[in-house]
């Protein structure tokens, strides 16, 4: 694949990769791969801000509505999806372009793991009601014992991964940060790595109107029709997991909403400490396109 480049565009959520996607996908006439963890399921729509129909419509994209969330999706799976549609998409074109907010997946992509080692169906079943009888807490829990490694990082909030870890450290005996964190594999093309960044209070205000936005789309109404699957690691996410809890009579809507406001900061939060930890990345005003296109042909002529 020589002389073929992947070109990364990363960012917290809300910020413009849609958006600045599509533009270089068509500047280059090409494809996009996601690198969502959560758009990839055919059943969400509305609360993982999907690319709309039109946008699909205008560049072909992969890995959207492309699982089921009855799969169990992981980065090393991601990691060979990826890898195969990017054969595929070099044999008719120069570049593509790979974009998402899911830290873990292009970490995948752009370095790879080692094979996932297999998890036995007892260990999974013993963590899963761990989850369902404790919740967090009980996750929380074991992990401080079994994996200190993984409860030092910003992941305790996060079941699906905390199960994951729960998962892996009794498979192996280590902690999975130590499988993350392998050495570097090399890729047979270029990468070019883009982040999207915006003052923090534009990006919150641009969260804040999403969010209404996907409730005027009908967001409740996605949300009860998903409510039989509620268990399910694809649905504890947010805009689910709040909508659920007001369902249940947890919490009033306009304190569900304010909350999956808040726990969607919050997260961009933490994505960008993860991609800022990258010095690989170099950022840009989602705005400022002809510097982004720039700065791109001037690392394709060198």
């Known amino acids: 694949m020589k002389n073929k480049t992947a070109i990364i565009i990363s960012g917290p959520t809300a910020v413009g990769k849609t958006a600045l996607s599509i533009q270089l996908a068509r ?67 120069d570049q593509l372009i ?49 994996d200190p490694v993984f409860s030092a990082s910003d992941d305790l909030k996060n079941p699906q991964r905390m199960m994951r870890a729960l998962e892996f450290v009794r498979t192996t005996g280590t902690s999975i940060r130590n499988y993350q964190q392998s050495g570097k594999k090399e890729r047979p093309f270029d990468i070019i790595q883009i982040g999207l960044e915006l003052p923090r209070p534009l990006l919150y205000d641009r969260i804040n109107a999403r969010v209404d936005e996907m409730m005027e789309q009908g967001l409740l109404n996605e949300v009860k029709e998903l409510v039989p699957h509620k268990h399910l690691n694809a649905l504890q996410t947010v805009g689910y997991r709040e909508l659920f809890d007001f369902l249940d009579g947890k919490i009033g809507l306009e304190k569900a909403v304010d909350k999956i406001k808040q726990n969607t900061r919050h997260y961009a939060k933490r994505q960008l400490t993860w991609f800022k930890a990258d010095p690989s990345i170099k950022w840009f005003d989602p705005g400022d396109v002809d510097s982004i296109l720039a700065f791109i042909l001037s690392l394709r002529l060198d």
């Open 27 to 93: 500047h280059f006439n090409t494809e996009i791969i996601s690198a969502d963890s959560r758009q990839c399921y055919r059943e969400l729509n509305i609360g993982v801000a999907k690319p709309t129909h039109a946008e699909q419509e205008l560049v072909k994209h992969h890995f959207i509505n492309s699982h089921s969330i009855n799969d169990n999706i992981t980065a090393a799976g991601f990691e060979q999806y990826a890898l195969q549609k990017t054969s595929e998409i070099f044999r008719e074109h």
């Open 98 to 146: 790979v974009t998402g907010g899911t830290g873990l997946y292009l970490k995948a992509f752009i370095s790879g793991f080692d094979a996932m080692p297999a998890v036995a169906g007892e260990t999974r079943e013993l963590v899963r009601t761990v989850y369902l009888n404790e919740g967090l807490v009980g996750l929380r829990n074991r992990l401080e014992k079994e």
